[in-house]
């Protein structure tokens, strides 16, 4: 059984995951499911799109084909029983649709359909049809066309992943919806010159802007602005605790609520870190702060906090034998071997109390450092901030700001990250966002006129925080261009959320981003000259001549 992925950072030799498993450990039986039920939300699009354009659409589709996409982003989903059912549901709410369009005359019995809008298979058959070269990314006439499908693709399922997120939260937008269909079309679409798909991918881009902008809507609506906070990252307790990971704000309220008065702690890890800064949660007494750090340390983390995990997304890394039985999985992810807990239902909450009850039985977590950090710095805080920060880039006490956002990894070069941070002058902020900032939100970078030389805004989503500040100051500045701002770009990126999140940035008209520790496998030379060009993305080399080139531009 073979695969083929290369969607994220650590694609093999950086060229893409093919023997048994990827790097993340996704087996190829899972990567191949995972391809098939891209392949199946193909199909739904294809006839959801006639079902739009008549003004028949129903609001459960959206929801089947966000979660199809988000299932598939990295360290999300490795649960093939998961995976299968999501393409039997696929499959049958494809039929829905198109029996409804026969019904109502808008298609043709015997109309020839496309592949993806028209197989149909069975459990046992799922593997098989997804071995099939076209319905992965192999599928392409050529490397440049496949490149440029894969940029589509990958930015739809950081895209997805936003729009999930405010979907739960009440907040929705049709035409984002209706151009993650229109994108998976695309990616099937052989008349499609390299020119109009380059021009799709600039417009993914401006819909990353707005799903963004839709996800701090929905988020700071219902749980207010993130304002300035120090979070506890020792553990002050002798209670049990249960750690939550991931990016989901409802699910993680709905837990906050639940467990209140039933003697457990609930401290974040990793992307649920900024949940510290929403005034909403601040009022659980027993939701104590953040434990460990970034997702690849879970193994060792999640072994010292001793009591229950929830992922409300990704990042999962396989599990150790000696913790597994005390992790659960809510949305999008999944484990073999990991408990899961449902959907809530049209206007239930979620139901936590297995995983509550359960958190009951174990120790408290074992303390891992001491201390706090200082986070909270999305757009409203900053602009409260506003008129300190220009006094102090007009004085010269903030010489140029560098944006560091974006996804932390486990491979050793990623301590470029931490270094350059360390290396920064330091008349010098770093903007950060993501999973990204592990790699230097602990170190004593000290402050700048009381103003923190590290400035957290949230999770990756929040990046969108980053832009409104910067716009913000180009106003302020009567600049005429973005670019003409003492701003540099240091991104580090691992999974599809960062594809999105770079996308929006081009939207912008950012230029210069630098972009590490490695350029996506599936850029293709051409591909990856366009970017070169018109951009002026570059990798990131070593700290000494990086931070000489930023510091000059
Ligand atoms: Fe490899 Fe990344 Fe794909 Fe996992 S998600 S199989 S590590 S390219
Ligand atoms: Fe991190 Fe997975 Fe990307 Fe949301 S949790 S930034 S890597």
Known sequence: MSMFCNQCQEALRNVGCDAMAGVCGKTS?????????????????????????????????????LDGLFTTITNANFDDESIMTKIEKGLTKREEIKRQL?????????????????????????EEKSEEKRVGLLAGPNEDIRSLRSLVLFGLKGMAAYAEHAL??????????????????????????????TAFVLETGKYGVDVMALLDEANTTRYGHPEMTEVQIGVNSDRPGILVSGHDLKDFEELLEQSKDSGVDIYTHSEMLPANYYP??????????NYGNAWWKQKEEFESFNGAVLFTTNCIVPPKANYMDRIYTTGSTGYPGFKHIPDRGDGNQKDFSELIEHAKTFPAPTQIEEGSIVGGFAH????????????????????????????????????????????????????????????????QLGEIGGIPRVLDAGQCNDSYSLAVVAMKLKEIFELNDINELPIE?????????????????????????KLGPTLPAFLSPNVAKVLVENFGI???????SDLNVMMNA
């Open 29 to 65: 039986e899972t990567a191949n499911l995972q391809d098939l039920l891209i392949y199946t939300m193909k199909g739904v699009a294809y006839f959801n799109q006639i079902a739009r354009q008549h003004g028949i659409n129903d609001p459960k589709t959206d929801r089947v084909v």
């Open 280 to 289: 909403a949660f601040k009022r659980y007494d027993h939701f104590k702060g």
């Open 538 to 544: 570059s990798g990131m080399t070593d700290v000494e």
């Open 168 to 197: 739960n939260l009440g907040f929705e937008k049709s035409d984002i919806n209706a151009f993650i269909e229109r994108g998976l079309l695309v990616t099937e679409d052989d008349e499609m010159t390299g020119e109009e798909l």
């Open 489 to 513: 770009y240091n991104i580090a990126w691992y999974e599809q959320k960062a594809v999105i999140v770079l996308l929006a940035l081009l939207h912008l008209g950012v230029k210069d981003i």
């Open 102 to 126: 026969m019904v109502e005359g808008l298609i043709q019995k015997h109309q020839l359909l496309p592949d993806y809008a028209s197989w149909s298979g069975h459990r046992h058959t799922f």
């Open 380 to 443: 409203n805080q900053v602009t409260q901030l506003a008129d300190q920060v220009v006094d102090a880039v007009k004085s010269g006490a903030i010489r140029k700001f560098f944006v560091m956002a974006g996804c932390d990894g486990r491979m050793k070069s990623r301590d470029y990250y931490t270094e350059f941070a360390q290396e920064l002058p330091n008349d010098t902020v770093i903007l950060t966002a993501g999973c990204a900032k592990y790699r230097y939100n602990k170190l």
